[in-house]
């Protein structure tokens, strides 16, 4: 089962290092998939916060499903 992460434990999460799009919270901060201009048939990529970038703080995201779970993994 994935276990997604609390609101609180959202906004503790803090990421760095991440490029300016994954920064702005436009691309996964695990796969880089645009959430603007996605390269899958699908144009609707569900994705989910996964805390804020430590340059802009802005929330971040990740796509729902395996990315979420990596970028919180147990």
């Given at each position: 089962?994935?276990?997604?992460?609390?609101?609180?434990?959202?906004?503790?999460?803090?990421?760095?290092?991440l490029?300016?799009?994954?920064?702005?919270?436009?691309?996964?901060?695990?796969?880089?998939?645009?959430?603007?201009?996605?390269?899958?048939?699908?144009?609707?990529?569900p994705?989910?916060?996964?805390?804020?970038?430590?340059?802009?703080?802005?929330?971040?995201f990740?796509?729902?499903?395996?990315?979420?779970a990596?970028?919180?993994?147990d």
């Open positions: 089962m994935i276990r997604f992460p609390t609101k609180s434990e959202q906004r503790e999460q803090r990421w760095s290092g490029n300016i799009a994954q920064a702005d919270g436009l691309e996964c901060v695990m796969c880089e998939t645009n959430y603007l201009h996605p390269s899958v048939p699908d144009p609707a990529v994705h989910v916060p996964v805390g804020i970038s430590t340059d802009t703080g802005s929330q971040v990740a796509c729902a499903g395996i990315c979420a990596l970028a919180w993994p």
